[in-house]
């Protein structure tokens, strides 16, 4: 399984804290970024990375907290090129939302409620987005 794990121990107010991250790439609709994009047939998003982030807290009792966060290419029919040219959206309105459908459905299932946050730009160049983050 292609991931990354690591644990390491950290100062806290009240005592040493245990941190475990834990990534583990999906092994369907995997790919290259410029090669693998959007959804396929099943509802699986592209270049999916689940990423846990597990925290034990100090003292005598096994108190732990933990957070899951999932990223993927956009879930919808898309390709693109490369980073210069335009996204494509590859298939119409009724199939783009049944292959949403069966992507939300399976989110639902297996990580419970979720939110989506769009990291999509509106801008034509990779640039002027990047300029955006480092300003």
Do not use: I
């Not at 644990?7 to 290259?32: D, I, M, N, W, Y």
């Not at 846990?52 to 933990?66: F, I, R, S, T």
């Not at 029919?77 to 292959?99: D, H, I, Y």
């Not at 399976?106 to 640039?127: C, H, I, P, T």
């Amino acid at each position: 399984m292609p991931g990354f794990a690591q644990c390491q121990e950290l100062p806290g107010p009240e005592g040493k804290l245990l941190l475990v991250l834990l990534a583990r790439r999906s092994r369907r609709h995997a790919g290259t970024r410029y090669n693998a994009r959007g959804l396929d047939d099943d509802g699986e998003a592209a270049n999916w990375v689940e990423t846990e982030m597990l925290v034990k807290l100090p003292g005598n009792k096994e108190h732990w907290l933990a957070l899951t966060q999932v990223r993927g290419s956009a879930p919808v029919f898309w390709e693109q090129r490369s980073s210069g040219s335009n996204v494509t959206v590859t298939r119409g309105f009724e199939l783009a939302s049944l292959g949403f459908q069966k992507h939300e459905a399976w989110m639902q299932r297996e990580y419970g409620d979720s939110f989506y946050v769009s990291l999509l730009s509106q801008a034509g160049n990779k640039r002027d987005t990047e300029g955006l983050a480092l300003a």
